[in-house]
């Protein structure tokens, strides 16, 4: 691993056992156990996935879904071990993954701020300390002292994101989370990561869509059915994926 | 890197914050667990005081006249039993279902798991302290007195929330899985209240049955939690060693039982 790497995956594979909807998991714990072949069946999520992020970088994974992007996020935030392969991480990850994840929705904002904080592992006065700024940047001041389950999914995005950049971490992870942002937010984004970028910090972005990642990402990794088919700058691997997606949509249409 | 740090080197206090989450963040989880509870309710706490008063007025109309005539001050002794128990099952129970209500939070951040569980028994802890207190304060009002051996009550309140502790955590990553283990659990729990004395006391149960409610730990540490409040007396040394030996041991065997599924738990949510 070089000196200045903050991430790196080798070989990595991850298996989820999917069970069978139809039967009780005790009954089915017990059918497997009786007669293997009746376990549940398994399902390869990432397969042998190799990246490596260094510091100051920022690197987007587009993908379609079910492609294994945010099992790839959660395997890089050490929230699941990989089944086989290494991870191997520096410092500190400051992850935003999913819409809401994490949020209390009956808790108000500023509950939800210093919930997320601390599931974060900040403590209570960095957390105290950057209230403020976090209300700020999110812009929902007169949202705070509201329920969490009256904001819109805009406003979750919005107060996510700025937890998520308040400190600076050594890689950001974010999972689909700047989708639904709007045109003056997005700019915020990127402006915020662009100084923590400058500080050192990295950048994981997964996204379905070209645009978000191309706004923040230079470099980008193309992930289907849990391989990855393609890596390099985000404009060439951009156009493989768009042409891969024609193709299929046009197989598809074909199929109809 | 991080991912290779040796275990050695790793201070004592560090790997305890890694494996149970900060101070703060226990704290604040249980604080949830009672405010998000009380929030929208006119009366608040005083519901969780409350609780328990609709069985111990149904034990004392039903049994006073059979049962507390074998017990001086049945009134109390009924009243400690359902204060425990209600703490215990309650406490059990919320442990145990803790990883399924904090599903968003186990997928999406990367906090110890094993926060949540102990986070409930911590806001368990604390209706346990308010309803021990109320009792208190209304002891002589009872028929009771205040005497030095209630300074032991939070020792035996911390001993049964150490088991309390073990089993709901032992058990948290199986009911994750299974349905059927919350169920189970439910169910188990209602018969063990039967084997508890909460309302009666054991010198009445036939021999067999009197060893049964001998050998539940809960009734030692039920007799721990009673005792100075009904009695004014503090229990026995081995009485105390009964109830720290139960809660040691469950709380080891509920330890190695989270941390054995821990590293699957992430993939249930």
Known sequence: MSEEALLRLEDVSLEYRVRRTDRPPLKEAALSWLRPTNGPRSMWALRNVSLSVARGEAVGVIGANGAGKTSLVRVVAGLLPPTRGSVRRRGRIAPLLGIGGGFDLELDGYENIMLSGLLQGRSLREIRDRTEWIAGFSGLQEFLRCPMRTYSTGMLVRLGFAIAVAWPADLILVDEALAVGDAGFLARCRQRIDELRREGSALLLVAHHAATIGAFCPRCLWLDDGRVLAEGPSAEVFARFAASAGTRADLTAGRC | ?269
């Open chain 2, 1 to 269: 890197m991080q991912d290779h740090t040796p275990e050695s080197a790793v201070p004592p206090g560090a790997r305890l914050l890694s494996i149970f989450g900060s101070p703060g963040l226990l704290w604040f989880l249980a604080r949830r667990e009672v405010i998000v509870r009380y929030r929208s309710s006119a009366l608040g706490l005083m519901w969780s005081l409350a609780q328990p008063l609709p069985l111990a007025l149904v034990l004392l109309a039903v049994f006073s006249s059979s049962l507390g005539s074998r017990v001086e001050g049945y009134v109390t002794y009924v009243l400690t039993g359902v204060v425990f128990w209600s703490f215990v099952s309650h406490s059990v129970l919320a442990t145990l279902n803790s990883l399924q209500r904090n599903r968003g939070a186990l997928r999406n951040a990367p906090a110890p798991a094993a926060a949540f569980p102990v986070a409930a028994v911590l806001a368990g802890l604390f209706h346990l302290t308010l309803s021990s207190i109320t009792l208190v304060v209304f002891l002589p009002a009872l028929g009771g007195a205040a005497s030095p051996a209630l300074l032991a009550l939070p020792v035996a309140m911390l001993l049964t929330a150490t088991f309390a502790l073990g089993l709901g955590m032992g058990l948290a990553p199986f009911a994750l899985r299974y349905a059927d283990v919350g169920e189970a659990t439910q169910l188990t729990l209602g018969v063990i209240a039967y084997a508890t004395p909460i309302f009666y006391h054991p010198s009445i149960l036939p021999p067999r049955l009197a060893t049964i409610v001998d050998l539940n730990p809960l009734t030692t540490l039920l007799s721990c939690f009673r005792q100075p409040v009904h009695a004014g007396a503090l229990p026995s040394i081995s009485q105390w060693g009964e109830a720290a030996g139960w809660s040691a041991a469950m709380l080891v065997v509920g330890f190695l039982l989270f941390r054995s599924q821990e590293p699957g738990i992430r993939s249930h949510v």
